[in-house]
């Protein structure tokens, strides 16, 4: 993904943002956590973007990637005729954060007001213009290369009426954590996700889980 970005999305940029900015360049980066991120530090005048390697995990999953913006995306703007999959998802993301990048270039971010219009038009035009496309195309013949496998099957949205109306506060539930089962009882039920408590050997721990990744247990 950093490499895509920095290929596919900067290089045919750059002139243009470094006009806008003399000097500026661009790192992209792997985060160990699920944050993922454009910013701009203005002494080296250097963007940087942070992929989550957490988040490239949740997006391999339709119960972890429904939560993302990336996902309510492209379904409702129709990016990728509206298909959820990986490999639409990853490739999405890439363009996503670049757009922040776009957007911070032409002085459109603002405190409180970073998913504006000017925001969705620079990210609309990248689908519209075919780099998105190109993006997808090239993350796919690179993850191909290197035996990793970036599924195109698509998954669907989860109803979250119906997943929300499954839960109540002061439910037994577990969900799966890293490599083990973590145990809690639900505190708050809130639009998408679960407030868990740990209980026993997992008290003190607190989890906004999403809906589709809990279980009852008795």
């Known amino acids: 993904m950093c490499n895509v970005t920095e290929q596919i999305l ?7 943002v470094q006009a806008q900015a003399p000097g500026s360049t661009l790192v992209c980066r792997v985060g160990s956590g699920q944050a993922t991120y454009h910013r701009f530090d203005p002494q080296p005048k250097q963007h940087q973007i942070t992929y989550g390697l957490r988040m490239i995990q949740a997006k391999h999953h339709p119960a972890t990637a429904s939560g993302w913006l990336s996902s309510r995306e492209i379904h409702r703007r129709g990016y990728f005729g509206g298909e959820l999959n990986t490999l639409n998802l990853l490739a999405h993301t890439c363009c ?17 007001s970073v998913h504006n219009r000017h925001f969705y038009n620079i990210l609309d035009g990248l689908h519209e213009n075919g780099e998105a496309g190109v993006v997808r195309e090239v993350l796919a013949e690179h993850a191909e290369q290197l035996g990793i496998d970036l599924s195109k099957q698509p998954f669907e949205m989860p109803d979250l009426k119906k997943q929300k109306a499954g ?20 505190t708050r039920v809130n639009r998408k996700t679960c407030t868990v408590d740990g209980t026993g050997r997992f008290s003190g ?5 999403p809906m589709p990744m809990l279980r009852r247990v008795r």
């Open 96 to 112: 996503h954060e670049f757009a922040h990048l776009l957007q911070h270039s032409a002085g459109h971010r603002f405190p409180g």
């Open 167 to 186: 839960w109540n506060i002061g439910e037994a539930v577990a969900f799966d954590h890293g490599l083990r089962e973590f145990q809690g009882e639900i």
């Open 205 to 209: 721990q607190r989890y906004r889980v």
């Open 10 to 16: 900067w290089q045919p940029a750059a002139n243009r």
